[in-house]
């Protein structure tokens, strides 16, 4: 019996090595059957070859993804937009762009024409960065055209109107000049005008410890500076700041052969140039552009005239339905009478309404209605369309005629920018995306332990009992009753605006190169073209594309 176990064992062994041994040889295979496994078909791999060889398309073309037949009415987080190929960094990217006719801006930012949104500080920092600010008209007419003057004022290349004085005015008319103006370097000339001969000048270290009422009465020919740092009239502006540089003065004075003022450049102006790059200015004046907003009504001519005496450069009709008489008799009244401004009409949301306004002579057109984040027109007044399709209707239809269209309502974070300018919009207006900025009007709050800003709608009835604005704007002001189409909310301190519309251009600039483009016009042309695509989303996709199965986090957009 022990043999035949033993016997039993070793046959076993033999078998499992045979085994064994078989199913090596089975994974070696010979040299032919193994080149003929890899070695590719040439005829395959010229197929291969030719089908890398063409371009696919993915997703949908513009016009297919805005089928409203097909889709309805879209807004902005109804899709996204196909990456392309990078092959460049972000740091190149232009955001230029003609906000009207005959204004180009560096940046597509503007300010809503809110009265918690655009006063002076955010208009000229909206300039300065790039942008435009559009300022309010739920005020005087008197305060309005102050605001428009201060942001005209803050900025100069050559300053061809500044302020004189002669010999015998007192140091009490340079501190009424700066109470009311906020400079005090004051030429001094022969008869305290422009032309005269250039005698001295008078700035603040002349007078800053002469502020006593005796010293208040003392001729100016008692202290002002004689040491003058001058340049013939004809200097180029280049030429002129570096003799202002070198100098290290506060101003340079420009005279003509006979030694009379001409012009004046400062050297704050200067500093401004250097660390501002992106500033929107006047090509003439080098002034910063501003904007403000009027309403359609036959007294806001008055107005209008204060704000052109002023220095405005673009006018916008503020209306909530700007397809109305009101607004084309408007638009022809001023193009006649000021052809040197240029006028943002609307808001439009269908290409009846844009038609209406190219027309009658529009310079650019303002786009939504019941879109942004105070505003209720849409659910009250049953009327509106949902951005992301108004935007690409009429900026479809304007871009026949060279009108800018200017995607007003909606704009909630970088990707809708970058989703609007897609879809056609020349620039961007936001509100509730600058409110609760440092240079937002009005005083910060503390809630829950958040520093908080108040944000309203111009609709709202908290506006229409500041002024009469609103009423105007929603063709209201006559009712007995006020029907709101805004709110009044609050929003979170977000700092100041020159690192937050960094933020936003910065932001932009990498969404371009994501998707392949260099240029806002490359990306609107591509749209066009059907090269750059879209895909929809559905409301999980929405979900999945937002932050999502976390316990908590905390979410900071840029440092």
């Given at each position: ?244 540089s070198e100098s290290r003065k506060g101003k340079l004075l420009i005279v003509d052969e006979k030694g009379h003022l001409t012009a004046l450049l400062a050297r704050s102006d200067l ?10 200015k006047s090509k003439s004046s080098k002034q910063l552009l501003c904007a403000a907003a009027i309403s359609t009504h036959n007294e806001d001519k008055i107005r209008l005239a204060a ?253």
């Amino acid at each position: 019996m022990a043999k035949k176990g033993a016997a039993n064992a070793a046959n076993a062994a033999s078998t499992n090595a045979a085994n064994a041994n078989a199913n090596a040889n089975a994974g070696q295979k010979r040299p032919a059957e193994d080149d003929a496994v890899t070695l590719p078909d040439p005829k395959t791999s010229k197929k291969l070859a030719e089908l890398l060889a063409v371009p696919t398309k993915d997703g949908l073309g513009a016009a297919e993804l805005l089928d409203s037949q097909v889709s309805g009415g879209l807004t902005y987080n109804d899709f996204l937009i196909l990456p392309g190929f990078i092959d460049f960094p972000a740091s190149v990217v232009s955001l230029e762009t003609n906000v009207t006719r005959r204004f180009k801006l560096k940046t597509p930012f503007l300010s809503s024409p809110m009265d918690t949104v655009t006063e002076t500080d955010m208009a000229i920092h909206m300039a300065l960065n790039g942008g435009l600010g559009v300022i309010h008209h739920n005020c005087s007419v008197e305060e309005q055209a102050d605001m428009v003057r201060k942001v005209k004022k803050f900025e100069n290349g050559f300053i061809t109107d500044p302020k004189c004085l002669t010999p015998t005015h007192t140091i009490q008319d340079v501190l009424d000049i700066k109470a009311k103006y906020g400079f005090c370097g004051i030429p001094i000339t022969e008869n305290g005008q422009m032309g005269s001969t250039l005698l001295g000048i008078v700035t603040s270290r002349d007078i800053d410890f002469l502020q006593s009422e005796k010293d208040a009465q003392r001729p100016l020919k008692e202290v002002m500076t004689t040491n003058l740092v001058t340049a013939k009239k004809g200097i180029s502006l280049t030429e002129a700041n570096k003799i202002l540089s070198e100098s290290r003065k506060g101003k340079l004075l420009i005279v003509d052969e006979k030694g009379h003022l001409t012009a004046l450049l400062a050297r704050s102006d200067l500093i401004k140039t250097r660390d501002y790059p992106l500033a929107s200015k006047s090509k003439s004046s080098k002034q910063l552009l501003c904007a403000a907003a009027i309403s359609t009504h036959n007294e806001d001519k008055i107005r209008l005239a204060a704000l052109v005496a002023a220095g405005l450069d673009i006018v916008v009709l503020d209306s909530s339905q700007g397809n109305s008489l009101f607004q084309i008799e408007m638009i022809k009244f001023i193009k006649t009478t000021y052809p040197q401004i240029d006028v943002i009409a609307g808001n439009v949301v269908t290409t009846e309404q844009a038609r209406s306004l190219i027309a009658a002579g529009a310079d650019g057109l303002r786009v939504g209605m019941g879109s942004g984040s105070i505003c209720i027109t849409q659910e009250v007044m049953a009327c509106g369309r949902p951005q992301g399709t108004a935007v690409y209707r009429v900026a479809q239809y304007a871009r026949q005629f060279g009108v800018p269209v200017i995607a007003d309502g909606g704009i909630s974070n970088v990707g809708h920018i970058i989703k609007a300018v897609a879809l056609g919009a020349s620039a961007v207006m936001m509100g509730g995306l600058l409110a609760g900025t440092t240079e937002s009007p009005g005083e910060y709050y503390y809630k829950d332990g958040q520093r908080l800003k108040k944000y309203r709608g111009m609709g709202s009835l908290d506006a229409m009992e500041k002024g009469d604005a609103a009423g105007k704007r929603y063709f209201s002001e006559g009712d007995r009753i006020k029907v709101a189409q805004g709110v009044t909310g609050a929003v979170l301190d977000k700092g100041t605006v020159k690192k937050y519309l960094s933020y936003l251009y910065t932001g932009v600039q990498h969404g371009f190169q994501d998707i392949g483009v260099k240029t806002l016009t490359a990306l609107q042309d591509g749209v066009a073209a059907g090269e750059v695509r879209f895909e929809k989303r559905s409301p999980s996709a929405q979900l999945e594309g937002g932050v999502h199965g976390l316990h908590s986090y905390e979410k900071r957009l840029f440092q």
